[in-house]
């Protein structure tokens, strides 16, 4: 079967750096994607990593070893608007996303 | 970067009436769509794939005749939830995908529209 497994949730401090793990297992791969999304809100795009390495995008970086079926989101200098959940998502064979069930990360002042 | 525009966003309903939910990409043509439910603290679970002129596909468990579902144009897809019920309360999320198979995949979100079913 297909799965994504990633912490339920994690707590960081408010200037801190924080990692989200992702671990898969699917049916071929055809890229990763990290997703943010509030309370309430519609998940919003934060990266793709579709070859192994590091990508960075300002405060954010996301990795991918596919050996390792292993991705993890960076998040640094954390503020408090980055209090939310954190979707990893596998494209699997046909195209088609698995979705983890998401991280909620808690940040303390 | 693209814009997909879910309407409306909030509606109330009583049991027995139906419920439609508007899917539109503002900026760019969407040969494929999906429709999402999310359960409080859940994460998405797909309910179905339209690609534009064709009949959806259904994830296993999701009632078709429930869940009616049209993609019309390459800019408007619609959810209907017919006969709502309470247990069909929920935070409906379309996404929208702008290229074919093959390309990076990027979903773009609408803004979710939560059901509630009195």
């Known amino acids: 079967g297909q799965n994504i497994d990633q912490p339920t949730e994690m707590t960081a401090t408010e200037g801190a750096i924080v990692q989200i793990n992702c671990t898969y297992q699917?049916?071929?791969?055809?890229?990763l994607f990290w997703y943010q999304q509030h309370a309430g809100e519609a998940p919003t795009f934060l990266s793709y990593n579709v070859l192994d390495g590091l990508e960075e995008k300002g405060r954010f970086s996301s990795f991918l070893s596919r050996s390792k079926g292993y991705s993890y989101l960076l998040l640094k200098e954390l503020q408090m608007k980055d209090s939310a959940s954190y979707l990893c998502a596998v494209m699997d064979s046909n195209y088609q996303l698995i979705w983890g069930a998401g991280t909620k990360l808690i940040i303390k002042p | 970067g693209a814009v997909v525009s879910q309407h409306p966003s909030r509606v109330i309903c009583k049991s027995g009436t139906s419920v439609k939910i508007e899917c539109r990409s503002l900026d760019f043509q969407a040969t494929t769509m999906f429709w999402y439910r999310q359960f409080p603290k859940k994460s998405l679970m797909l309910m179905a794939t339209s690609n534009e002129g064709s009949k959806a596909t259904y994830e296993q468990g999701v009632e078709k005749d429930k869940f009616l579902i049209n993609h019309a144009s390459l800019t408007l897809s619609t959810l209907t939830v017919t006969s709502a019920h309470p247990e069909d309360s929920s935070f409906y999320i379309c996404s929208a995908r702008a290229g074919l198979a093959g390309d990076t995949g990027e979903l773009f979100f609408g803004e979710g529209s939560r059901l509630t079913v009195l």
């Open positions: 699917t049916s071929g791969f055809n890229g």
